[in-house]
């Protein structure tokens, strides 16, 4: 349903720092929240952060909050994940997503991924 690009992982240093990007297709981005999420090697897809529909409320994690910061352009219609202090542990590949909803996506609610971009965070 949903028609998602993410780029901008590599491999970065600990202490490092990588911008994501989440470009659609078919859609408006600002018409829906948008929310990113990644899975580690070996575990499970969790949600990392989310903006809302004007990019006036952002939620993050525990895990990345204070070192991430996610953003929209609606003129781009794309939204960006920045990403800072990077450790090992934020490896994995992070995906944008909508659920359906004007709302912050619910994983279970999210019919459809994009490839996804690889971070890999290593010495």
């Known amino acids: 349903q949903w028609q998602f690009v993410e780029s901008g992982g590599g491999l970065v240093q600990p202490g490092g720092s990588l911008r994501l990007s989440c470009e659609a297709s078919g859609f408006r981005l600002d018409l829906h929240a948008i929310g990113w999420f990644r899975q580690a090697p070996g575990k499970e897809r969790e949600g990392i952060s989310c903006?809302?529909?004007?990019?006036?409320?952002?939620d993050y994690a525990d895990s990345v909050k204070g070192r991430f910061a996610i953003s929209r352009d609606s003129a781009r219609n794309t939204v960006y994940l920045q990403m800072n202090s990077l450790q090992p542990e934020d490896t994995g590949h992070y995906y944008c997503a909508a659920d359906g909803t004007p709302f912050c996506p619910v994983l279970p609610r999210v019919n459809s991924w994009g490839n996804g971009s690889l971070v890999t965070v290593s010495s």
């Open positions: 903006i809302s529909m004007s990019g006036g409320i952002t």
